[in-house]
């Protein structure tokens, strides 16, 4: 089976989005810099501040979507659904650089609770 056309498209449109952010966004070393940065500034895990715009941007879109679709003024409702695929493959990249694994005490605790695994460790990823 060749896969959905639709779905296809949205990968290609989120690569596209991904290389123009990047080129707006990120220094030409690292194109995810921008959130390391962002992160160190307020002293948590780059995938965490990540995370933080990926919740965002879910409530984004409940807010677009609750009591029917609205059509938005900055931002239509496909933007929104491109830049929550974005964001959570972004957060899913971050965490494979720090090799991250998560206690499940952590899930609801500062940042200092996050442990951080041997790098070839995939088990928390």
């Known amino acids: 089976m060749a896969g959905d056309p639709k779905f296809l498209q949205a990968l290609d449109e989120l690569r596209a989005l991904h290389l123009s952010k990047g080129a707006d966004y990120a220094d030409a070393g690292d194109p ?9 500034d307020n002293g ?3 995938w965490r501040a990540a995370q933080l715009r990926l919740s965002e941007k879910y409530h984004r879109l409940m807010n ?3 009591g029917g679709e609205r059509v938005p003024n900055h931002e239509s409702l496909d933007d929104t659904l491109l830049d929550l695929a974005a964001m959570a493959l972004i957060v899913r990249s971050l965490r494979a650089r720090a090799a991250v694994t998560v ?3 952590a899930l609801d605790e500062p940042a200092h609770r996050w442990q951080h695994a041997d790098p070839g460790d995939e088990a928390g990823l």
């Open 32 to 40: 995810l810099r921008n959130y390391q940065v962002s992160a160190d």
């Open 44 to 46: 948590v895990p780059a």
């Open 64 to 66: 677009l979507t609750r």
């Open 103 to 105: 206690t499940a005490e």
